[in-house]
């Protein structure tokens, strides 16, 4: 069964830097793709971030992109989403979970893998 528990979320004022933390169980995150999603108050759930463990590709949903860093920890079956310069818009509350990529366009989209949704972090970027 697939579980994840996703932590370190917190208030931050803008700016700031949180570090969020998922720890994986059910598969190894060293064969699979992982990432963040995130959901805001009143909006849909949007992927942020993917790692693609077969070739070591990172996606970043457009806003991220400079500013959150995706990474893994394949001892500790835990992926992690270093989060710099944050901004208020980025409030919401965070999951991981694991991902595929969608090719539209020439964009790449995250998408969810469709396993259950585990446990999430609550982010909240003060102005």
């Known amino acids: 069964e697939v579980q994840l528990q996703a932590s370190g979320g917190g208030l931050v004022q803008a700016g700031g830097s949180l570090r969020l933390s998922c720890v994986a169980s059910g598969f190894t995150v060293e064969d699979d793709a992982i990432g963040w999603f995130r959901q805001a108050p009143g909006k849909v759930r949007e992927g942020v971030s993917c790692?693609?463990?077969?070739?070591?590709?990172?996606y970043y949903e457009d806003s991220a992109k400079g500013r959150f860093t995706i990474s893994t920890e394949n001892a500790k079956n835990t992926v992690y989403l270093q989060m710099n310069s944050l901004k208020p818009e980025d409030t919401a509350v965070y999951y991981c979970?694991?991902?595929?990529?969608?090719?539209?366009?020439?964009?790449?989209?995250?998408?969810?893998?469709?396993?259950?949704w585990g446990k999430g972090t609550e982010v909240t970027v003060s102005s």
């Open positions: 979970a694991r991902c595929r990529i969608l090719i539209e366009g020439g964009h790449d989209n995250i998408q969810h893998a469709g396993d259950a």
């Open positions: 790692f693609v463990s077969s070739d070591g590709s990172t």
